[in-house]
């Protein structure tokens, strides 16, 4: 592909790790092509994304996808299935080439959308729009109600309990009104340990969200009371530039906030660099 490459030398991606992006790409197009049908652009453009989240932010252990003390990462876009498939085989959940190859086919381990108890590495299913980003709300919740009854006396990032919640979602994510109900909630009750991450491509399947969703995402989601950053890719004085690293601090910004969720919107362009 010829395309600038990610800007990600601070969080010390190799020239393994962008051919490790690359690769997530070609095979989000390949499964698709093979299938014949499914949703590629998404995941093609958010492969540097889902990869730095796997690669340097979730604290996980693919050897045992259930350990109590991981972080959780919840596809709320879950018609972009192969975002996290992709990610699961290159991370060593279990997940083989033959499985991405069977994307979308009956009894596969890599079905139309992520599916909880089916794929390890998968916490929940997800598909409706904006069911993941609502749960993730829940998830938030339940892990520091754990914490209070379970470690109540233990320091800060010491329990077990103490993770984050990881959410990527759409724009049709963003237009439901369960997520605007959820995200309410969640800034009520200040939770600290979730962090959702908006894909702002301004596409939907309806096409340009122009016709449908103008609203600033940015301000509602401060006056919900989320703590909210924008990354944005188009930015770049060179024109398109993944710009990781910049990315990658706004994670941390972001964890370093515990009195508040945080958002995080992300101007991408939905299947670059793909011609």
């Known amino acids: ?69 991981r972080d959780r990462f919840i596809l709320s876009a879950g018609h972009s299935s192969l975002t996290q498939y992709i990610q699961l085989y290159l991370g060593g959940f279990g997940l083989e080439l033959g499985d991405l190859e069977a994307l979308r086919t009956w009894g596969s381990l890599t079905p139309g959308h992520p599916e909880f108890g089916h794929t390890d590495g998968v916490e929940i299913t997800t598909g409706p729009l904006g069911q993941g980003l609502a749960s993730s709300v829940g998830f938030a919740m339940a892990s520091r109600r ?3 009854l379970l470690d109540p006396d233990a320091a800060p990032g010491e329990s077990p309990f103490d993770h984050f919640v990881y959410v990527i979602a759409s724009d049709g994510d963003l237009q439901e009104g369960v997520t605007s109900e959820a995200s309410s909630i969640a800034g009520t009750q200040e939770l600290g340990n979730l962090i959702v991450l908006w894909d702002d491509n301004h596409i ?8 449908a969703f103008t609203e600033d995402v940015l301000a509602r989601y401060e006056s919900y009371g ?27 910004a972001a964890k370093a906030v515990t009195d508040r969720p945080s958002f995080i919107g ?6 670059w660099p793909s011609p």
Do not use: F
Request: hydrophobic letters at 40%.
């Open 226 to 252: 989320w703590h909210v950053q924008y990354v944005d890719w188009t930015a770049d004085g060179d024109g398109y530039r993944e710009d990781v690293d910049s990315l990658a601090a706004a994670i941390e």
């Open 204 to 211: 939907s399947i309806e096409g340009d969200t122009e016709i």
């Open 1 to 69: 592909m010829n395309a600038i490459s990610p800007r990600a030398e601070k969080v010390g991606w190799t020239e393994l790790d962008l051919r490790a992006v690359d690769t997530t790409r070609v095979l989000a197009a390949d499964a698709v092509e093979k299938v014949g049908n499914g949703h590629p652009g998404t995941a093609i453009s958010l492969a540097p994304v889902a990869y730095l989240l796997y690669q340097n932010v979730l604290r996980h252990d693919p050897a045992d996808p259930a350990w109590l003390g």
């Open 266 to 271: 992300i101007r991408t362009i939905i299947a």
């Open 146 to 148: 754990e914490r209070g």
